[in-house]
């Protein structure tokens, strides 16, 4: 009888004893689902606060691109007009004076001697030059002048004035098939991008020679200035505003651009200008 009771009680002890190991466990499982359901929370609410920064830093770099971009077109624009204005002041005012001072020089040949007569022609020469070079500059600043000549033509242009005023010995070499912009506003800023270039090597560059090449590939326009002047370390002038200009108006077409220089060893400047992508985009726009 006692040793009934003593196995009656192990087995209620053992009973017990699962049943409590069985809540332990759900218990376990319990505690773990609502820590692997707190961890997940925790891991979509960062992923998502992630996904949001994310979004928000591109929205601001994006904005930040867009205002750039705004002030770069304004800046451009103002350019244009300014430029403009001078080509139009430098046409219609001393254009105009130097027209009169060689009809008036003509008039006065029939009063001149023959002391002075040689020095007479040779002056009206230089006044004949001087209103061909101030008309030649008056057509390069003019943003319309250029868009009715096309970009090809313009530079070639330049590098006429260039080689007619003996200002440097320049040259263009033109490769590939060649093809018309699609946007005028590209072929113009591109132009100003070369100008700028010129004026400083004329200016500061000491160089002797200039040599500008245009070569048409597939899907781009590959523009190479360069001359043979004193050159500079780029990183000191990365700041000018003639540098920062260009760097500016070649962004404002999509292309990639290059400036090396070296003390002694001139200067390169190389412009990657993507045509077929902007002419594809030309097109969106006109659609949309």
Sequence with gaps: ???????????????????????????????????????TMVIVFFIAFQKRKNKLLLERIKQQKEFEDIVAKTSAEIQEQTLKYIGQELHDNIGQLLALASMQMG???????????????????????????????????????IQNRG???????????????????SDLIISGETLPFSNTKDEII???????????T??????????????????????RVEDNGKGFVVKDVKDSSGLLNMKNRAELT?????????????????????????????????IH
């Design 190 to 200: 591109l132009f100003r991008i070369i100008q700028e270039f010129i004026s400083n």
């Design 254 to 286: 999509d292309s990639t651009f290059h400036l090396k220089s070296a003390p002694n060893e001139g200067t390169l400047l190389v412009i990657d200008y993507p045509m077929a992508n902007r002419s594809l985009k030309e097109i969106n726009i006109t």
């Design 202 to 223: 004329v200016k500061h560059s000491k160089a002797t020679t200039l040599k500008i090449s245009l070569d048409y590939k597939k899907d781009c326009l590959l523009i």
């Design 107 to 145: 008039m006065l040949g029939i009063k001149i001697g023959e002391d002075i007569k040689d020095s007479y022609i040779e002056t009206q020469k230089i006044i004949k030059q001087s209103l061909g070079e101030v008309r030649a500059l008056s057509k390069s600043l003019n943003t319309e002048v």
């Design 1 to 39: 009888m006692y040793l009934l009771r003593f196995y009656f009680c192990i087995l209620i002890s053992a009973i017990q004893e699962e049943t409590i190991r069985k809540e332990e466990i759900a218990l376990i499982g319990y505690m773990t689902l609502v820590v692997g359901l707190l961890a």
């Design 151 to 169: 970009f090809e033509k313009s530079v070639t242009a330049e590098i006429e004035r260039l080689n007619r005023m003996n200002l440097i010995s």
